[in-house]
Each structure stands twice: as structure tokens, then as C-alpha cells.
């Protein structure tokens, strides 16, 4: 089969779920992960056709986005901060805004590590709360290699897709250092299962978090390839509580950062004050709203 015709059928197939633009993308990285093709490949070369050998496996990957599974599903890996990671259906796929997450607390990490190099110190410590794929903390591990990075969450199964993550040949060549996994239940402010690790590294210098914040009842205004895919308890919230993350982790952010240590959490926009008020009360009353990429309420950062 000709590429071109392969990539109109399949959009074809797929636009009434995505739309047109984002169903062309979709195919075109399925064909980029198969095949090795370019997104203009079918277009500089029409007469480009598909070995047949190829054929079965992009069928099936066709089969499979027809149902609405995510493409990072069907292909394995997700893209972000420049990384490629592992995922599964026990993680999350990492989102654009929790890259700029990662962004806006990789230049507190980088500023940290400067003041710290300028005393003759070295290394920042960084926790990370509910980390599903290890997204942010891998790459804070990897862009910043004197950053060291304890990470918790309480799903086993995110746990070993987080740890599992395969980045040898990045620590060899900058001499990063891998994050610390354990498993942790953050809303149980009195576990052990976090005080214990938490003692053992001492006092952090960030803390990064995009727990879930999804209410229950915006169930209904998500896609089907969100609800149906990726797991509730990496998104959902109960309507009753829906700032129930961010008390927890206020909480430990009071007993893990070091004085003059930072947290950025990413938020409900739909909660952009009341979150910020959250850690007003429990002891950070410099704690702002930051904007996502769309001018919307995302994050909260705040000092101790
Ligand atoms: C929104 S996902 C974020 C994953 C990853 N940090 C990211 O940004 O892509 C939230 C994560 O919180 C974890 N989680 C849910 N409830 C938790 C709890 N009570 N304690 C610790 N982690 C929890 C889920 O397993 C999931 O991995």
C-alpha cells in the first residue's frame, strides 16, 4: 500500500474521535514510529510504499487508536522535556503543562545549584509527589546532574514504569544521578512510608508535585481517550474535597523544605485561589498563581 493512501484512510478513521488535524498527527506518528517515515515523507514521495511487512503491525496499532486508546499506549513512549519516556496504562501520559512545570522548577534548581557552587557547596535536593511516570523527576535528575531527587507515589505499578525508565546512556554521559523511588501514600501525612526516606535525605530544597486534580463530576466533559485509558487515580478527585492534595502536600513541604526552599505544585485552574490559599494557611504566605501557556491558573509556587 502507498503511504499517502495509508495516511489519508487512517485519518480518515480517526477524525471523528480527534478531529482532522489532530487525527493526521496521531497517523503521522505511527507511521514516524513504524516505518521511519517523516511527516513529509508522503508528500515529497508519493510513490512511497509500505513494506508488507510492516503492514500487520500498523493495522493492529490502527485497530487499537480506533477505540480511542491513546497513541502513547499504542506506542509505548511519551515525549517530554526532551526525553523519551516509557509509559503504560498504569501512568499518566506526561502533559505539555507539566513540562512547563518542569521548566519553571528547573530554574529554581539550576539558581540553587549556582548560589550553592558560589559557597563552595554543591548538590540540591528535590522531591517529587506523586511522580506516575517519573517525568519530572528523571528530568530534573538529567538536566540537572548535581541535583539529587527522591520521588513517592502510591501506585506499585507506577512505581516499577518510573524506576524502570530507561536512561543509562544520559547518567553516562553527564554523570546524573538516578531519582529515588518509594512508595508512599502522600494524603497519609503521618506514613512512614514517606518520613522514613525523607529523614534519611534531610532537608529538601524543592518540592515539585502535579497530584490529581480532576473533579470527579468533570468526568463527563473529558475525552473518552482520557476516561477510558488512563488511570482514575492518577487524575480524579472526589467533588467534596477537591483540594484534598494540596493539604497534604502543603503539609510536607512544611516538614521537607529547608528554610528559603521552594514548591511548585500544578493546579486545578478551576481552583486557581483557593489552591493558593491552601498554602497561605499552612505557613507559605508568599505562595502566587503562576499561568500555564493558555494565560490559565496552573501552578502554585510558594517559599518556606
Ligand atoms: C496527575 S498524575 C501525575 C504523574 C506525573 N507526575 C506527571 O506529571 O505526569 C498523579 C499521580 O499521583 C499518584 N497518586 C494518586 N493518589 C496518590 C496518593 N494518595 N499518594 C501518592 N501518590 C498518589 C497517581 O498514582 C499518579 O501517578
Redesign the pocket.
Known amino acids: 500500500m502507498l503511504l499517502k493512501d495509508f495516511i489519508s484512510g487512517s485519518v480518515r478513521g480517526l477524525e471523528p474521535l480527534y478531529g482532522r488535524e489532530e487525527a493526521k498527527s496521531v497517523v503521522l506518528m505511527l507511521c514516524e514510529a513504524c516505518l521511519g517515515t517523516k511527516s513529509y515523507t508522503h508528500i515529497v514521495n508519493p510513490e512511497y510504499s509500505i513494506d508488507i511487512s510492516r503492514q500487520a503491525e500498523l493495522d493492529a496499532a490502527m485497530k487499537r487508536l480506533e477505540t480511542g486508546e491513546p497513541v502513547q499506549y499504542v506506542l509505548g513512549y511519551a515525549d517530554?522535556a526532551g526525553y523519551r519516556f516509557r509509559v503504560t496504562p498504569?501512568?499518566?501520559?506526561?502533559?505539555p503543562e507539566?513540562e512547563q512545570?518542569f521548566r519553571i522548577a528547573g530554574e529554581s534548581v539550576a539558581r540553587r545549584l549556582r548560589m550553592k557552587s558560589a559557597f563552595g557547596r554543591s548538590g540540591v535536593k528535590v522531591l517529587?509527589?506523586?511522580?506516575?511516570?517519573?517525568?519530572?523527576?528523571w528530568s530534573l535528575a538529567l538536566s540537572y546532574p548535581d541535583a539529587r531527587v527522591l520521588?513517592?507515589?502510591?501506585?506499585q505499578?507506577?512505581l516499577d514504569v518510573?524506576s524502570g525508565q530507561n536512561f543509562k546512556s544520559e547518567m553516562k554521559k553527564n554523570g546524573a544521578v538516578r531519582p529515588e523511588f518509594t512508595?508512599?501514600?502522600?494524603?497519609?501525612t503521618d506514613a512512614a512510608g514517606l518520613s522514613e526516606p525523607m529523614a534519611r535525605w534531610g532537608g529538601f530544597d524543592v518540592l515539585?508535585?502535579?497530584?490529581?486534580?480532576?473533579r470527579d463530576s468533570e468526568k463527563a466533559l473529558m475525552r473518552k481517550n482520557v476516561c477510558d485509558f488512563e488511570?482514575g487515580?492518577?487524575?480524579f478527585v472526589p467533588d467534596a474535597d477537591p483540594l484534598v492534595?494540596y493539604r497534604?502536600i502543603a503539609l510536607w513541604a512544611g516538614k521537607a523544605l529547608v528554610d528559603g526552599g521552594a514548591g511548585f505544585v500544578?493546579i486545578n485552574e478551576a481552583f486557581g485561589p483557593e489552591t493558593r490559599q491552601v498554602f497561605r494557611e499552612e505557613g507559605f504566605p508568599d505562595a502566587e498563581l503562576v499561568k500555564d501557556f493558555c494565560g490559565k491558573n496552573r501552578f502554585v509556587r510558594f517559599t518556606k
Not at 151 to 155: K, L, M, Q, R
Open positions: 517530554f498504569s501512568v499518566l501520559i506526561p502533559r507539566t512545570l517529587d509527589l506523586c511522580t506516575g511516570s517519573g517525568c519530572l523527576a520521588a513517592a507515589d502510591i501506585s505499578e507506577a518510573a512508595r508512599a501514600d502522600v494524603l497519609d515539585v508535585s502535579n497530584p490529581p486534580y480532576v488511570p487515580i492518577a487524575l492534595f497534604a500544578e
